[in-house]
């Protein structure tokens, strides 16, 4: 979910909330932000790119089968939007001023809607949806307006100056408390009553895969402490297979094991114990992990390498645990084994 690219550019993305009462301010707000350099772009909308959940039924368009019933998101925007929220645009054009019948008969559609109409150009088609009568202009290039748990679904952008709720600016990578302090300042001069509550873009991710992050940190920590409760297992388990088979060591020494050859008897077993474990933890690991990535419409895959990674690994914290006794009873002095006994 971190590196998915998500057909938009989240970085260095502001937003600040518009009450009804300020909605006015918004074009005097915008000419004041793009005179200066410290501003990129500045558009807004009555959804953030990254949580469009407003949706509706009821779309018709040439062609469409009568049995055909879709839900289809929807969300209003001002000039500029586009270019604000870094969508990439697949056919067809953006909402422009040089074209004024596109306030509320415009509309900017992503490609599952595209696909839905089974045309090979939509941009020009005539377009019925959210009480609006009027023709595409635009396909954009699929993005992820919601969490990435879902798939991308059917969207619809209309241009409404009068649905704003969050005004967007993106500001340039350098000097970013700058900027900031130029907006703050600006927002002061313009809207004296309200103070300004602004986020990055970014901050809303952190918060909507919150809970995998968190489940990621335990699981690492109840890793790392399974791994040393086993290591402390081994450990002691091999100082006592190696105590009980002292004088077992001592006459193969005599009789000429080497010691690659007496470490290979000690630890043989415990690499089968290992081994056993693999082939016990494999499947219920399969099937649970791919009951719980069921949850989430894009999800990484369950590869033969992932659990032959967990396999050598396990076998090297084997072998690291139980080496040094081995290593000790090997090469201890085969009389003294003898004399043991």
């Not at 707000?29 to 469009?52: E, T």
């Not at 001069?189 to 873009?201: A, R, T």
């Not at 100082?239 to 005599?254: C, F, L, M, N, P």
């Amino acid at each position: 979910m971190r590196s998915r690219d998500l057909g938009w550019n989240s970085e260095h993305l502001i937003y600040a909330s518009m009450p009804r009462e300020i909605r006015d301010a918004y074009t005097p707000l915008k000419q004041a932000l793009k005179q200066d350099p410290r501003v990129m772009s500045v558009s807004a909308a009555s959804h953030l790119p990254s949580s469009i959940g407003s949706n509706s039924g009821g779309a018709d368009w040439e062609g469409k089968d009568p049995d055909l019933h879709v839900l289809i998101g929807q969300t209003y925007v001002v000039y500029g939007y586009v270019q604000t929220t870094g969508i990439e645009m697949k056919e067809g054009r953006h909402f422009s001023p040089e074209y004024p019948s596109d306030v509320r008969n415009g509309f900017l559609v992503n490609e599952e809607v595209a696909a839905l109409m089974e045309k090979d150009s939509v941009v020009g088609e005539r377009f019925q949806f959210a009480g609006i009568d009027g023709q595409i202009v635009g396909v954009m290039k699929n993005f992820h307006y919601s969490s990435m748990r879902t798939q991308i679904e059917p969207l619809a952008v209309i241009l409404a100056p009068d649905n704003l709720q969050f005004l967007l600016i993106r500001i340039p990578p350098r000097d970013i408390s700058g900027s900031v302090d130029f907006i703050r300042k600006t927002w002061r001069k313009i809207v004296p009553g309200y103070p300004l509550e602004y986020h990055f873009i970014d901050e809303n991710f952190d918060r909507m895969y919150r809970s995998e992050s968190r489940m990621g940190t335990l699981l690492n920590i109840f890793a790392v402490l399974a791994v040393m409760i086993a290591c402390l297992g081994l450990f002691g388990l091999a100082s006592y297979t190696a105590e009980q088979r002292t004088r077992e060591i001592g006459i193969r020494k005599v009789l000429g094991a080497s010691v690659p050859r007496i470490l290979g008897l000690i630890t043989r077993d415990f690499f089968l114990l290992v081994l056993l474990a693999n082939v016990i933890a494999w499947p219920a690991a399969y099937l649970i992990m791919t009951s719980w990535l069921k949850g989430y419409a894009y999800r990484t895959s369950l590869n033969f390498g992932l659990f032959a990674a967990a396999l050598g690994i396990a076998l090297l914290v084997a072998v690291i645990s139980v080496g040094y006794q081995s290593f000790r009873a090997a090469t201890k002095n085969p009389a003294d084994a003898i004399r043991y006994e």
